[in-house]
């Protein structure tokens, strides 16, 4: 919608300007993953030398994999500095994830209530 010009279609300038701001954030938040995933990459493939699979048992508590263990003492591996600044950058992969999601989590929340709000005010549609 924003790339066609499409959202001036929306009259509630609240709305419009908070569905601008979430694609611009989307857009912005991909741009640094991207970055940092491209940056940190090489990492994933020097922890993974000290990484052992068993595909023989599960994971406990997991729905997405299933049949397989995975060994490693992390205290251990960290004690080499090549193998601490891996698990860092992994760890800042995973971190800026975290922030990223949480952030348009955020904004996903406090859209609904103005699409709610319009929802009401325009047609008496009460969704609650």
């Not at 009259?11 to 989307?26: F, Y």
């Not at 999601?101 to 325009?122: G, T």
Request: aromatic share 8%; glycine share 4%; net charge neutral.
């Amino acid at each position: 919608m924003t790339a066609s010009g499409s959202l001036d279609i929306i009259n509630n300038k609240a709305i419009r300007d908070h569905i601008a701001s979430l694609i611009s954030n989307v857009e912005f938040r991909n741009g640094v993953t991207d970055g940092i995933l491209r940056s940190t990459e090489h990492h994933r493939y020097i922890v993974e030398e000290s990484i052992q699979y068993d595909i023989n048992k599960p994971l406990q508590n997991n729905t997405f994999i299933s049949g397989l263990e995975i060994h490693y003492d992390i205290q251990d591996m960290c004690k080499n500095k090549k193998y601490a600044r891996a698990v860092s950058a992994i760890s800042l992969t995973t971190r800026e994830r975290i922030n990223a999601y949480n952030e348009l989590l955020r904004m996903y929340k406090e859209f609904l209530p103005m699409l709610e709000l319009e929802l009401f005010n325009r047609w008496k549609v009460d969704i609650k």
